[in-house]
């Protein structure tokens, strides 16, 4: 199993992008997928989580302005980051909890982090 995460980039502060982090191998189902990020000297805090049943859960900092989402049929999960901050600006990695085929449980599951950076 694989997570590809992609839609990082430079945004001046107000504007917008959206992540997508895509999900592919041998999957039978993906439970919880979730955003995280870091920033330089910082720890990786949670972003934002959406179960497979589309239940939602925000850090606070970010509550009203993004949006996760996910496409079952894709197996991807979408991060939609409206009026950004400079102090949005960390990499962004996505992880899910994946039951692939062969295996007795589900394991998590983490994409490679995309940088975004948000100037004032």
């Known amino acids: 199993v694989q997570l590809q995460a992609s839609g990082g980039g430079l945004v001046q502060a107000g504007g917008s992008l959206r992540l997508s982090c895509a999900a592919s191998g041998s999957i039978f189902s993906i439970n919880t997928m979730s955003w995280y990020r870091q920033a330089p000297g910082k720890q990786r805090d949670l972003v934002a989580s959406?179960?497979?049943?589309?239940?939602?859960n925000y850090a606070d900092s970010v509550k009203g302005r993004f949006t996760i989402s996910r496409d079952n049929a894709k197996n991807t999960v979408y991060l939609q980051m409206n009026s950004l901050k400079p102090e949005d600006t960390a990499v962004y990695s996505c992880?899910?909890?994946?039951?692939?085929?062969?295996?007795?449980?589900?394991?998590?599951?983490w994409g490679q982090g995309t940088q975004v950076t948000v100037s004032s």
């Open positions: 992880s899910a909890d994946v039951q692939a085929y062969g295996f007795r449980y589900p394991r998590n599951y």
């Open positions: 959406i179960s497979s049943g589309g239940s939602t």
